[in-house]
């Protein structure tokens, strides 16, 4: 009897103890995760913070921007701002640009990248690693060393002033051809056989059975792809002179005089340059997301 009770408080004592550590872990872990979100929480509101005085500036009077005290509400709410930007300067041409240029260049990027994936996953050419790994060495080069070749092949082309200037050059990247030849791998061999068995093309294997199952991939390409487009400025500041050639950024930008800073109209077009991103990734952060979890394991 005394061996039963002996155990039974043996067993009362590990199970308490378990208790103990299991409560010890828990506190930890709420104590971890209250401080990770605190943290996230300030990194949030002194992200936001700015994008919503740039959003409430667009609709004051350029007295009340900088007046004191700051106020994130406008007082005098106003779309003067709106209406100056877009009757008084060619805001309409620079977004029509701009959208030409990040959606061909997007669909450009999609095609190219994707063959160039395909071909370095699928197929054994000679030289195949080397010009791999001579692919793969371009992302260590800056964007900047590159400017001054680009520039003189644009000028022995006459293309100044062109969609196909602002287009092209930037129209695929070493990354994008990199993750697309990820997500190709995972593609079984046996149904690209299969496939050839059936009589299929190379184009019609690439496009038929290759291109549904990157879709995740595509999604991710296109959203980097549309963004950087969208967003470029040093590159089309190079290449256009045209006021009608411009993109929204370098026209914005060009609104800035010497001696006169409309901040108001200068930020009213910064919204506006900034809404179409907001709206996409709204619509496609789930496939944006997957594309990305997806591509980090492979």
């Known amino acids: 009897m005394a061996d039963v009770n002996l155990a039974t408080s043996e067993v009362r004592q590990r199970s308490e103890a378990r208790t103990r550590r ?74 029509f640009n701009t959208a030409t240029v990040a959606v061909l260049g997007t669909i450009t ?101 290759v291109v549904p199952l990157v879709r995740p991939g595509l999604a991710v390409v296109a959203i980097l792809s549309f963004t950087g487009l969208w967003n470029d400025y040093l590159w089309p500041l190079v290449v256009t002179t045209d006021p009608n050639m411009f993109v929204m950024n370098l026209g914005i930008s060009s609104l800035v005089g010497p001696y006169d800073y409309q901040y108001g109209i200068l930020l009213s077009g910064a919204v506006l340059a900034a809404l179409p991103l907001i709206i996409i990734f709204f619509i496609f952060q789930k496939q944006f997301l997957q594309g990305l979890t997806e591509g980090a394991l492979k």
């Open 22 to 95: 299991n409560n010890s872990y828990k506190t930890r872990f709420y104590i971890g995760s209250t401080i990770v979100n605190a943290i996230l929480l300030i990194l949030l509101v002194l992200t936001v913070i700015p994008f919503i005085y740039m959003i409430s500036s667009a609709f004051k009077p350029n007295s009340e921007i900088f007046g004191t005290p700051l106020t994130l509400i406008p007082v005098h709410f106003t779309l003067v701002n709106m209406q100056a930007l877009l009757t008084n300067f060619p805001f309409a041409r620079w977004a």
């Open 109 to 209: 990027s999609l095609v190219l990248g994707s063959l160039a994936g395909f071909a370095f996953a699928k197929y054994d050419f000679p030289f195949k690693n080397a010009l791999f790994a001579i692919l793969l060495a371009t992302m260590l080069i800056p964007g900047q060393v590159t400017l001054v070749p680009q520039f003189e092949v644009i000028r022995f082309l006459h293309w100044f002033n062109t969609y196909q200037a602002l287009i092209l050059p930037r129209a695929v990247s070493a990354f994008t051809i990199f993750l697309m030849r990820q997500y190709t791998l995972s593609v079984p061999d046996e149904l690209l056989d299969a496939a050839r068995v059936d009589g299929a093309t190379e184009f019609s294997i690439w496009w038929r059975v």
